[in-house]
């Protein structure tokens, strides 16, 4: 967590994991003082019900036309791709009606089963319900952000694709440094996909921070104390928020 202050404005940066084991702990008392003091919560996205998140997700992430999956998958991944959907608990089938992105993303769930998580209990979950009768802010719609997907291309869906095949453990790994608090470990775990699609990288994450950035940047000119809670990785590495405030003259100061 980071915080950047001034006379009358303060804001906490905290970075979260959407989905979690019951059995994690995270509010230490930093964290709980920032939540006790903030009269405004801000996250990526509006919570919304699973029904109404869902039949966003359908509307972006299906389309007529497509090559089965398994054409949009290296042969020698073939038997990864049936061992990731039976983990998601989805069919092969219905993989082939998602563009290559939604199946990435679709997979990705099995990864957090697997590690025993929910959003039930990620750290949006539970700030929602903390910060109910308070302000509460959105960074973008589901729909803008799903819509960052639908822009990427074909080549780009497929690494993403590839590298949820490729790194079974990736979920995993990432929630023990974020549990750790080690930045170093957290840096590290997400730099080969980062490394290996730029593209996407650039568009899901660069540009992404580059306008939250501006938004804090902007919401430093008014009164008031935020907590702004978005996903870890969007708050470490080079081209980070925090980097990227750092790099406007905003003063950050990691307070856990």
Do not use: C
Not at 167 to 172: C, E, I, K, L, Q
């Amino acid at each position: 967590m980071w915080r950047v202050s001034d006379a009358d404005t303060e804001i906490w940066l905290l970075g979260t994991i959407h989905a979690l084991p019951g059995n994690v702990h995270w509010e230490t008392p930093a964290v709980s003082r920032a939540i006790a003091a903030a009269d405004t919560l801000v996250t990526e996205i509006a919570p919304s019900s699973p029904d109404e998140a869902g039949a966003v997700f359908a509307r972006y992430a299906a389309a007529q036309g497509l090559p089965p999956i398994s054409e949009r998958v290296d042969p020698a991944r073939h038997r990864a791709l049936s061992e990731a959907a039976e983990a998601a608990g989805v069919s092969i089938a219905a993989l082939n009606g998602l563009r290559t992105w939604a199946v990435a993303v679709t997979l990705a769930a099995g990864q957090i089963r697997a590690a025993g998580a929910s959003t039930d209990h990620g750290v949006e979950a539970t700030l929602a319900e903390t910060f109910a009768g308070r302000r509460r802010v959105a960074l973008e719609t589901q729909a803008e952000q799903l819509a960052i997907f639908n822009a990427l291309p074909e080549s780009a869906q497929r690494m993403m694709l590839e590298r949820a095949l490729a790194d079974r453990d990736a979920f995993a790994v990432t929630m023990r440094a974020w549990e750790a608090g080690d930045v170093r470990a957290l840096t590290a775990s997400l730099e080969p996909g980062d490394r290996e699609a730029p593209e996407s990288h650039r568009t899901l994450v660069t540009e992404r921070n580059a306008r939250w950035a501006g938004w804090i940047a902007r919401r430093m000119r008014a009164p008031g104390r935020v907590l702004v809670a978005v996903g870890a990785g969007h708050l470490v590495g080079r081209d980070s928020v925090v980097a990227m405030l750092g790099a406007r003259g905003v003063k950050v100061e990691r307070v856990q």
